[in-house]
């Protein structure tokens, strides 16, 4: 047999595609440039568009009266190769970043790219390598990136903090930030704010104790972790047994980024369900700070308030989801939060005290919160074996997926989410990186809608809704334009009026929606920007559509030029 | 080997799963051998993988890793057909094209702990059998961990 052929020394995947292999350098981003996004609505700067979550940009060049002719400027696809994790739970989730005509996505499986944002054209990628075998109670997602000092920052599915040079999508630094063996996984948006990348814990279904981090944005060394369980001992500990282990397995976990007041400096971090979900009978009382929003000092990472949604959880309502700041007529500084249970809360977020709670969603079976906040619980799983149906199921009345707020009428855009679900209870014993959920759960297959419902937050009225056949399982989008955009399960992006709720334009995609559309603009002309892939924890929020089109693309809508 | 790995190899014979266009069209993906890769004094855990004729598998197929990191693999092809590996690592994937009769490398990054897995991606590949495994095990740093006391393991 002759010498071997020689086949040389592998080569990075992308050198075979059109890649450019670098972006245009922009302007530095950085805090005080995050802080006054709103004055920048060329840009969509950080995951919520603004510290304060509201999911609204001044751009108006897309409106009432044209948004009629909106069309498809480009469509991006991200496709894949070879086996990836969660192979049937890959959802494109991500809410698009834009810096003066660069995009920045990330998308399932650790992926991330720079695009050109008029063209669509692939500016420069990176793919982490994400082990096939990484638990991911919900999908194989990632809800976006940061942008700032230069940086692009990734939280990847096996909870490493990446930065990349914004330019060339080279490496700078790699920080293990979690437990894989536990359970542990990333998924959330990181944000910056001031020196510092914020990042939070996954894996809410594998008995964690859940943490919020600060990192170094230029080092990747730690500033601090907040535990959002505390131990024996600490503040709130008395809400757990006293000769357990439940605190351990606490959960509590902050997958979605937090907002922030740069004038309070707090971080509204909100926290998710308890562990073991469905049964309580193994961690008796509050068990804080589950199902909560917790308002966190950036310096030192110490819980400085919270408020609890649902305490002693029994039914898996994360209250992980937004908190939405405004200040009311008068000035006071107020947060809004549309929680899994079915209750829309306003607080004072200078000290977390309830300025309001009333309820968002028409079918509210698992218990009753009064004006006043006083939570009583009516139908839980309790009896071993014993199922028991209630509303809203599991995945709440509103899960991740983000409203929107518009300074211009004052209403906050909230996707709704009406389906049930039975639990049973079926006690188990812990066992580390093995789910840990205290039931067999099943989500209803029927009797299920949506609307987008635009709620006055400073009296709980509801305006107007856009009804819809299937639960809203995407971010709704506000414009100064007077717009509010919303994907839909079955695909298509529609653009309803913000005073109204009439539809005045949809767009087909081809796959369901599960994602938070931005807005930017670049040489004046507006453009919107959608990730489109059904998928996730489908059947958790709406396993009617378990065998819809899966999909991995992103469309980017604008008025034709002419 | 242990007696329940060599069973396992004989039941999976007797099915006709172990090969080529036995029972099945190809070979079941996560059959064939396990291999050990070994770490240089630079740090670097290096191992061969090999692609018999006619098989359409990746020798050894299991490839086990004692921690993440930095990894060197020689792949040689001793078919008589062309193949090629796509293979994960940080940053990006990376592949290589291996006609009749050659040998190549890779140089991957990969974090662990976890399962990676590479393959054959050219159009006659897929699905017979050129999926292999990149096993990595080890901890995350104690700096990752969470603080609690040491909690029960499957």
Known sequence: ?562 | MTATESDRGSELHAAGLDGQNRTALGRLLGTGSIGYAEEGSDGVMRATVRIPEDELIWEPSILVFPHGGDVELTLINDDKNTHCAVLPSDGDPKIIWLVNHSKGSARLHLGGPGTYYYGSTTGNDEGRGLTAALVFGGEVPDSAKIDRPAQPRP
Not at chain 1, 92 to 120: H, Q
Not at chain 1, 268 to 276: D, I, K, L
Not at chain 1, 489 to 503: I, N, S, Y
Not at chain 1, 520 to 527: E, K, L
Request: with cysteine; proline share 6%.
């Open chain 1, 1 to 562: 047999m002759t010498d071997y052929v020689d086949a040389g020394e592998a080569v990075p995947h992308k050198t075979l595609s059109a890649t450019k292999g670098e972006a245009p350098a922009t302007s530095d981003v950085n805090h005080e440039r995050i802080q006054n996004a709103t004055s920048e609505p060329e840009n969509w700067l950080t995951y919520y568009g603004t510290y304060d979550g509201q999911r609204h940009s001044r751009l108006d060049g897309i409106n009432r009266d044209n948004v009629k002719k909106l069309v498809p400027a480009w469509v991006f696809q991200a496709g894949s190769v070879g086996l990836q994790s969660g192979s049937s739970t890959y959802s494109f989730e991500a809410s698009p970043l834009i810096v003066e005509g660069v995009m920045y996505v990330s998308g399932p499986e650790g992926k991330l790219w720079a695009i050109d944002a008029t063209t669509g054209e692939e500016l420069w990628r990176y793919r982490h390598a994400s082990p096939y075998d990484v638990s991911l109670c919900c999908g194989n997602v990632n809800r976006g990136v940061a942008v700032g000092h230069g940086k692009v920052y990734l939280y990847t599915l096996n909870a490493h903090l990446i930065a990349l040079d914004a330019q060339t999508g080279d490496l700078v630094f790699d920080v293990v930030n979690g437990d894989v063996r536990a359970g542990e996984s990333g998924t959330v948006a990181p944000l910056i704010v001031k020196d510092k990348v914020i990042v939070g814990s996954s894996g809410g279904e594998f008995g964690l104790r859940g943490h919020l981090d600060a990192f170094d944005a230029q080092t990747g060394e730690r500033q601090w972790r907040c535990y959002t369980i505390p131990k024996p001992g600490e503040p709130g500990s008395e809400t757990w047994p006293d000769d357990g282990e439940a605190w351990q397995r606490g959960g509590a976990n902050c997958w979605v980024t937090p907002t922030y007041d740069p004038e309070l400096e707090l971080l509204y971090q909100g926290t998710g369900n308890p562990a073991p979900d469905f049964d309580g009978g193994v961690r008796e009382g509050d068990n804080l700070y589950t199902d909560s929003t917790i308002a966190v000092d950036v310096n030192t990472g110490e819980i400085r308030w919270h408020y609890q949604f649902t305490p002693h959880d029994l039914w898996d309502y994360d209250s992980t989801m937004e908190n939405v700041l405004f200040d009311a007529p008068d000035g006071r500084k107020l947060l809004a939060h549309a929680d899994k249970n079915g209750y829309f809360f306003v607080l004072d977020r200078t000290n977390g005290e309830l300025v309001r709670v009333f309820p968002f969603v028409d079918r509210i079976t698992w218990g009753e919160i009064t004006p006043e906040g006083k939570v009583t619980a009516k139908v839980y799983p309790d009896e071993e074996g014993v199922p028991v149906h209630f509303w809203p199921g599991p995945a709440g009345g509103k899960e991740w997926t983000h409203m929107a707020y518009s300074p211009n009428t004052g209403l906050i855009y909230v996707p709704v989410q009406e389906v049930g679900a039975t639990a049973t209870r079926r006690r188990r014993e812990f066992k580390e990186s093995i789910p840990y959920w205290g039931a067999g759960v099943a989500v209803d297959l029927d009797d299920h809608y949506g609307f987008v419902a635009a709620i006055d937050p400073l009296t709980g009225e509801e305006k107007w809704r856009w009804r819809n056949e299937f639960p809203m399982c995407a971010s709704t989008l506000s414009t100064g334009g007077g717009l509010v955009f919303q994907g839909t399960p079955t695909g298509e992006f529609v653009a309803l009026d913000e005073q109204t709720g009439e539809k005045l334009w949809s767009f087909q995609c081809g796959s369901g929606h599960h994602s938070s559309p931005s807005t930017y603009s670049v040489n004046g002309r507006q453009y919107i920007a959608v990730p489109t892939g059904w998928g996730g924890w489908v059947e958790g929020f709406l396993p009617g559509l378990l065998g819809a089109a899966a999909g991995s693309a992103i469309f980017v809508f604008a008025l034709p030029e002419n």
